[in-house]
């Protein structure tokens, strides 16, 4: 999600640079096929609702959703309605929780919400699989 350096002496990118991204996904690949071939099953998160779009946290919840359909035993656990209500918006509070804290960021109280959903989610689709 952060900027980093890839190649030696190199600028800072991130995967909307079409270089980064490339690589990004050819190494996720690997790990996902390394994976894939033990039966370990894989899980990525993160929202089908581009709410700032062109982001870098929405091209990687594109790359996270394009590989749980391309690859089974790869599942993807979607958060935008642990963030969102029912009229698909983005409330400041939920049943009077916070739902962010500073900026964009999850409150501490969605962080917690979202630690229990997340495995919750992964160990019910374990048991009815």
């Excluded at 190649?7 to 996720?28: H, S």
């Excluded at 690859?71 to 969102?84: E, R, S, T």
Aim: with cysteine; hydrophobic share 35%; net charge positive.
């Amino acid at each position: 999600m952060a900027e980093q350096q890839i190649d030696p002496g190199g600028k800072q990118v991130t995967i909307r640079d079409d270089k980064a991204r490339r690589r990004f996904v050819t190494n996720l690949d690997r790990a996902v096929r390394t994976l894939s071939k033990r039966r370990t099953p894989v899980y990525f998160f993160g929202s089908t609702f581009p709410h700032v779009k062109g982001s870098v946290a929405v091209l990687l919840f594109g790359i996270s959703l394009e590989f749980s359909k391309k690859y089974p035993g790869v599942h993807y656990l979607d958060i935008f309605h642990q963030l969102c209500n029912d009229l698909n918006q983005y409330p400041k509070a939920i049943s009077g929780i916070p739902v962010y804290g500073t900026g964009v960021h999850c409150s501490k109280e969605t962080k917690v919400r979202m630690g229990n959903w997340i495995p919750n989610s992964m160990f019910h689709r374990a048991r009815h699989a």
